[in-house]
């Protein structure tokens, strides 16, 4: 079902001035596995997906990506990486077009000496961007429209599908079916196993629990900064995950097999 | 863009109408021309005073450019008047007290000094920009207060470097005379609508332009105001970006002190007082949102003509200045609701 690991994270700690946000968690993520990440809020969720993605450089630890060791100084370098990461409800500049944020940071410039000046190709990023998003199994309108002008639901599409499309390795989706209608949850989470049959693995970050339980390969369960559980979807339910999410429960009837 | 609605409502016209909002500003313009053009008996819009007026609001045009690119970053700048009045100033003590200037030079003879004024009006220009790149993204002040400082800093220079007392320019750079192309007939250019000086601001501005809406430097511009988050998120170095956008607004509020320094005929440290108030105004008439994201370089430059117009079409008919701030005033307050308009519609 899925391949070798592609991106691991050893024993990484941070804190905020006294606050622990995160106490030597470990996580493995292999190629075409879905893992969803789930703690209550405080868990540290937060502070593990801005140490997979770049944003923070954790106090201590290790981060490997294909089996080398990588250390991240910006977002930037882990995107170029093949690391892409969707945060929460924040992904897409409304006022800019479908296109024009689909290549945000990635733009195709026209040929010759005004390429070099910066003067962007547009009809050809339009193009590609419909291209693409229709790829990952997204019907966009039209790619030169605002994307203040989508839907709710249209602008998560878009936001995933970019992220899908753009990413090499690992994509990580904080809270993506937050705010959407049951149907456009359903679509999301087709373009999830649509990125898990590209062979990426996903990470992915939600308190929507039926939606944890149906997309996802693995849980990794977090609790005041550490991770307090690994394992297989198929050893959990509703009931158990909540318990473990809180604290009430701590071992899964999986485990004593 | 437009909705395919069964009933349309003439509140939803208005609004449809409101929405398109270059339609709107150049309507204005022309009804605002012909009101003045007609109560000052036809004067206003004759060719000759037309050209003077624009040439004498030239400096406006550029500060205005400036502070479009930077409301669409979601900044604002302060300091664009008091940077013009610095450069204006230092651009003229370097000609006066560096190199003893003639002023009765005329024609090539001033093109070595008309130069090295343009060099050192945008290397001040530059200098300011410079220092609100790093109060804004190094010390974290918020661009609203950074400016405010380096406004006050930057008026207060130029009063030193000044003197107080206006520099000495050449009296006549021959910039603000009529272009004249041999072979082609001098009356074509007899309007004083191409003069160098003109031409230069214009020049500035298309390119500017160019780069805003056409090029990456724009895209990125337009993301930050927009979104900040996410345009970190596309890996866009917000600060880096930030800081050069201060410092082209630095660079052309440089250009604007040499532009007024040549119309002038020379550099007074009081050139660029209240001169940001008009740039942030015609930026936010051009149709450009203070919360960033929005804006539209034609749109600012029809929103500094309508502010030309008004002022000086003002001034034509008789009206004391004092009701100039007035109807200034009038005319933001209406662009903001305009804007509001727009919003509730969902144009944009």
Avoid: C
């Amino acid at each position: 079902m899925t391949g070798k690991v592609i991106y691991e994270v050893k024993d990484v700690s941070k804190r905020y001035g006294s606050v622990v946000a995160l106490d030597g968690a470990s996580l493995r993520l292999h190629a075409g596995e879905v893992v969803g990440l789930v703690g209550d809020n405080g868990a540290g969720k937060s502070t593990l997906v801005k140490v997979l993605s770049g944003a923070h450089d954790p106090d201590g630890g290790h981060i490997y990506l294909d089996g080398e060791e990588v250390r991240w100084h910006s977002p930037r370098q882990a995107l170029e990486a093949g690391i892409e990461t969707l945060y929460q409800e924040s992904g897409l500049a409304p006022h800019l077009t479908v296109s024009q944020n689909v290549f945000l940071g990635r733009e195709k410039f026209v040929k010759g000496f005004l390429g070099k000046l910066g003067f962007l190709a547009r009809k050809t990023m339009e193009d590609e961007a419909h291209r693409d998003l229709e790829a990952v199994g997204i019907a966009v309108p039209a790619s030169n429209r605002s994307v203040s002008q989508l839907s709710g639901g249209q602008r998560q599409a878009v936001a995933i599908g970019r992220a899908v499309a753009w990413a090499r390795k690992v994509i990580i989706l904080d809270e993506p079916t937050n705010h959407l209608g049951a149907r456009q949850a359903g679509e999301v989470l087709e373009v999830i196993k649509a990125a898990k049959k590209k062979g990426l693995g996903v990470i992915f970050i939600s308190h929507t629990l039926p939606h944890v339980l149906e997309v996802t390969d693995r849980i990794v369960v977090l609790r005041l900064g550490k991770i307090v559980k690994d394992a297989p979807t198929a050893h959990f339910n509703g009931d158990t995950l909540v318990g473990m999410i809180t604290g009430t429960i701590t071992t899964l009837a999986a485990d004593k097999e | 863009m437009v909705d395919s609605k069964q009933s349309v409502t003439v509140k939803e016209r208005i609004q449809g109408f409101v929405g398109n909002q270059t339609a709107l500003l150049i309507l204005v313009l022309f009804i605002l021309s012909g009101v003045f053009t007609a109560l000052s008996g036809g004067s206003f819009l004759s060719t000759s005073v037309g050209s003077t007026i624009l040439t004498d609001w030239g400096s406006y045009i550029l500060l205005a450019v400036a502070e479009t690119i930077v409301v669409i970053s979601g900044g604002i700048d302060l300091s664009v008047g008091a940077t013009l009045s610095l450069s204006t100033v230092t651009a003229g003590w370097v000609l006066v007290n560096g190199l003893h200037l003639d002023a009765s030079i005329t024609g090539p003879a001033a093109w070595p000094y008309l130069l090295l004024a343009l060099l050192v009006a945008v290397l001040t220009g530059l200098a300011v920009g410079a220092i609100n790149a790093v109060l804004i993204n190094i010390f974290k002040i918020v661009p609203f207060i950074a400016t405010l400082a380096t406004f006050g800093a930057a008026a207060g220079m130029a009063i030193i470097v000044s003197g107080g007392m206006p520099l000495q320019g050449p009296n006549d750079f021959g910039l603000i005379n009529p272009l004249r192309i041999p072979g082609i007939d001098p009356k074509i250019f007899d309007t004083g609508l191409f003069s160098p000086l003109i031409i230069l601001m214009a020049l500035v501005t298309v390119v500017v332009g160019l780069f805003l809406h056409k090029a990456r430097f724009g895209l990125y511009t337009f993301a930050i105001g927009s979104n900040t988050f996410a345009a970190r998120a596309a890996g866009i170095s917000v600060a880096r970006h930030t800081s050069k956008i201060y410092l082209l607004a630095g660079a052309l509020s440089g250009v604007a002190g040499f532009y007024a320094y040549v119309r002038l005929g020379g550099g007074s440290p009081s050139s660029g007082t209240g001169m940001e108030l008009y740039a942030i105004a015609a930026t936010v008439i051009g149709g450009a949102s203070l919360m960033g994201g929005v804006g539209r370089m034609w749109g600012t430059v029809i929103g500094t003509l309508i502010l030309i117009t008004v002022q000086s079409g003002l001034l034509m008919i008789g009206v004391a200045t004092d009701w100039k701030q007035i109807v200034v005033a009038v005319l933001i307050a209406g662009a903001v609701a305009v804007q509001t308009l727009q919003k509730k519609n969902g144009a944009r």
